[in-house]
């Protein structure tokens, strides 16, 4: 592999295989070849006096994404990437293929049609990295803690978040939808294990078009027996930091490679700050935005409040009618839930949804009630309030728009490899 290379000495012979990155001939008798493979990338120079006339040829007549064979001998160059480059002495295409689509044209359009073959770029590459490796911190954080990994199904009967987004498929005849959330699966499944959580697509028909929505997203889904709002939050903050820290400690390199400084996480250690939606409002309103009471925050209001933080910071205690039917209501501050967002800084904006949640039958009923809500669709679901049912709380973190966060990436898109939006379905 090409890391390899960089550990290897001086003047050692060595081979490697890769894919040519970038490819230019200079002059009459030197040719320049940067090949990459999933390690990263390494300078091959080509000199027409030191290798034989097939091999000169060979070099020559490449295209950028063919995929060689090169021998060559290791050597120390301050001006090459990584300060090493190979002498090259032996060149095989193992597959030429075609001259390669991605040259000038680099607008977003474009390499959202091109995306199968953009993924190979140094971008997507670190991006695609920090994403598995995100994905597994976050496993590695809760399963650390007791909780169990639990896999929902994706076709549903009914909503688990409620309003239009959801998208409707024929199941056999009778009306299905694709998940909005597995919230409800989870719960389930804390009677049987207590801490658990959902790692899965959700499908939202969301009409939006901002940075930070997609129609198929990832989202984790904790949701632990026995815990408050309280507790909720603690955990909410601790996995957060935990992710970040150890992407900022062991992944430096993808931070270099996308031109971002892990400086930018500094203070992931502070407190996240919290505040009351009331607060918040009041907030948005002094910072130059328009809202009031009642209100739920757009792309715009939670640029303008999360700007002036450099950590999360939580909102709690929304007017419950602008949250899910599900959600505790504050005893202490009555018409409000015990609910958060947590809003990333830098104009990123909300990545988690978490709350208490309505654990007792008579209440559940009452709230779906008042909401007009067709409580057949829900048997199995008031079963869990029916039988042993205790406290408990949850929340929904999105894996994109937390990468888009711990990458500081302009737009959601990026954080996922097909994206799927209003317009997009392919590749
Ligand atoms: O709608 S949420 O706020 N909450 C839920 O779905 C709860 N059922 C979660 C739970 O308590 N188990 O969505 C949670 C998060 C939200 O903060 C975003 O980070 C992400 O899911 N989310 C999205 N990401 C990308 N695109 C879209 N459209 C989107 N919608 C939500």
């Known amino acids: 592999m090409i890391k ?17 990155y970038r490819h230019r001939v200079l002059g009459e008798n030197k040719v320049f070849i940067v090949i990459r493979d999933s390690t990263g990338i390494i300078q091959c120079i080509v000199k027409k006096d030191v290798v034989s006339e097939k091999v000169w040829n060979n070099a020559v007549n490449l295209y950028i994404e ?14 090459a990437p990584g300060g090493i480059e190979l002498k090259v002495s032996n060149i095989e295409p193992i597959w030429k293929g075609f001259p390669f689509p991605i040259q000038k044209d680099l607008s977003e359009e474009f390499l959202l049609d091109v995306r199968h073959l953009w993924l190979r770029s140094r971008k997507m590459q670190a991006i695609m990295k920090a994403r598995h490796y995100i994905m597994d911190y976050l496993r590695e954080f809760l399963n650390n803690q007791g909780f169990y990994e639990i896999t929902p199904p994706m076709l549903t009967k009914a909503g688990a978040e409620g309003g239009s987004d959801m998208f409707e498929i024929d199941y056999f005849g009778k009306k299905a939808y694709l998940t909005q959330s597995s919230q409800l699966y ?11 959580y959902t790692l899965a697509p959700c499908f939202r028909a969301e009409k939006s078009r901002t940075r930070k929505h997609l129609v198929e997203f990832w989202m984790l889904e904790p949701e632990m027996a026995f815990y408050n709002q ?15 820290k150890k992407m900022v400690k062991e992944h430096e390199e993808i931070f270099e490679v996308l031109g971002k400084d892990v400086d930018m996480h500094k203070s992931i250690d502070k407190k996240f700050p919290r ?3 009331e607060e918040a409002v009041n907030k948005v309103n002094e910072l ?52 958060d967002d947590l809003l990333a800084p830098k104009g990123h904006g909300e990545i988690i949804g978490g709350s208490e949640r ?5 209440k559940l009923i009452k709230r779906m009630k008042e909401l007009n809500m067709n409580t057949k669709d829900y048997e199995w679901y008031l079963d869990l309030r029916r039988y042993g049912s205790v406290p408990h709380s949850g929340f929904g973190l999105g894996v994109e728009r937390f990468v888009k966060y711990v990458l500081d990436l302009n737009h959601i898109r990026d954080a996922i490899p097909f994206p799927r939006t209003i317009t997009r379905l392919e590749p």
């Not at 000495?9 to 490697?16: A, D, P, R, Y």
């Not at 309280?230 to 996995?239: A, G, I, K, R």
């Not at 309505?358 to 008579?362: L, V």
């Open 186 to 196: 989870a719960e389930v499944m804390i009677f049987s294990l207590e801490k658990v």
């Open 275 to 277: 505040l009351l939606y």
């Open 358 to 362: 309505i654990w007792e039958y008579d």
């Open 66 to 79: 063919s995929y060689v064979e090169i021998e060559g001998i290791v050597r120390k160059d301050e001006r």
């Open 4 to 20: 390899d290379v960089f550990n290897a000495e001086e003047g050692k012979t060595v081979k490697i295989r890769g894919w040519v």
């Open 288 to 339: 130059g935005g328009k809202m009031k009471y009642g209100d739920d925050f757009g792309a715009d209001e939670e640029a303008l409040l999360t700007s002036v933080y450099d950590v999360p910071v939580f909102v709690t205690n929304f007017p419950k009618e602008i949250k899910a039917f599900y959600m505790e209501e504050d005893e202490k501050r009555p018409g409000t839930v015990l609910n």
């Open 230 to 244: 309280e507790m909720n939050m603690q955990l909410q903050e601790e996995l957060v930091r935990y992710v970040i």
